[in-house]
Each structure stands twice: as C-alpha cells, then as structure tokens.
C-alpha cells in the first residue's frame, strides 16, 4: 500500500482525516537523507507498544528489500501534530534504517514531542489533532 508522504491516507475505514507518512513501494520515489537518531529511537520505542483504535489482520512486506529474507510488520503508528493525526506504518523504522527513508520534517517534529502512546496526554494528542472519533465507544 503506497500513500505519498503528507497526503490523505483512506487505507482504514473511518471518517477520520489521516495524514500519511512512509507508506513506501517499490517503484514509487521517496526521500532519503540524514535524519536525527532522535527521531528513529523515538519510533522504535513507539513500536513496541503501539496504540492503535483498531487492529487489521494481516502482515506487511517490505518489497524495497532485495532479499528473501524481508522485513515485515503489521502495526501502525498514529502520530499527533499540529491540528493533524499523522499515521504510518510500523515498518517506518525498517525503512529509515535499511532503506535511509527520510520522513518530513513536520512529522519528525511530531514524533519528538509525542506523548507516551496511551497516555492521558496522548490520548489529549489525538483528540486535538482530530481523532476525537477513535476515543468515543463505539456506536457513539
């Protein structure tokens, strides 16, 4: 699933207005470049226990990878900004190490000062950012 970096990413089923970031594919261009460590340490530790308003079956493969031996992943990061909810895929930290993906600047600066996933602050994150809708019960 390919999106290009900042655009509207209609990948889950929700009214919610996602910002994309590192939906990278084989044969579509994307940015490459230095990037703080800061930032890539700070989406591994996001990884490990991602916050997610819904789960989706199913793994994802790393097709940029040469290899048989591809990475794959399955998680998604919802990342709150300024007035936007930014959401990429976990295999972002696999395409930044391996693949020298380098994400916007804006979205780097969201990753740097986001909340621990699942905080009140976080969940305070996402409901600015627009995201209101993942925090109600459902049928609400």
Known sequence: MWFADLSPCTYFPTDVALTAVGWLERGKPYVT?????RVYEALVAMRKDPWEPWCL???HECDLCQS??????????FIPGDDVLYVCPELIVHYIDTHGYAPPEIFCRSVLICP??????Y?????SGGGSQFLRPPGE
């Open 33 to 37: 470049g230095k990037l703080d460590h």
């Open 57 to 59: 079956c199913g793994l």
């Open 68 to 77: 048989r031996d591809r990475a794959v992943g399955s998680a998604n990061l």
């Open 116 to 121: 621990p996933m699942g905080s009140m602050s």
């Open 123 to 127: 969940l305070r994150a996402i409901e």
